[in-house]
């Protein structure tokens, strides 16, 4: 199994950036892909990033390409989504989540999950 704990969360205004980190503990990180979703009150999880297990690959949300770039350091067992020119639409809970299987934007795809930090961008 694998433990993911976000953090890195909090309040900024619109216009801002912020970083959140992922770490995992268990089993070998560099055996997961990882991804980070999202999810605002009443809508569903979303997609946001993913990246491979190496982190040569990355997949993006066409709204978010551009301004979250995600990433990861395999020898920290950590994943990373820097996040700039945020905007208001852009407040939910950030999850990340991992997959043994390849990389990918399907909820499906991912066998572990964090409990999520908030995000707030005021306008």
């Known amino acids: 199994q694998v433990q993911l704990v976000e953090s890195g969360g909090g309040l900024v205004q619109a216009g801002g950036s912020l970083s959140l980190s992922c770490a995992a503990s268990?089993?070998?990180?560099?055996?997961?892909?990882m991804g980070w979703f999202r999810q605002a009150p009443g809508k569903e999880r979303e997609f946001v990033a993913a990246i491979s297990r190496s982190g040569g690959g990355t997949n993006y949300a066409d709204p978010d390409k551009g301004r979250f770039t995600i990433s990861r350091d395999n020898a920290k067992s950590t994943v990373y989504l820097q996040m700039n020119t945020l905007k208001p639409e852009d407040t939910a809970v950030y999850y990340c989540a991992a997959s043994r299987s390849s990389y990918c934007s399907n909820y499906g795809c991912y066998d572990y999950w964090g409990r999520g930090t908030q995000v707030t961008v005021s306008s």
């Open positions: 268990g089993r070998p990180f560099s055996s997961y892909s």
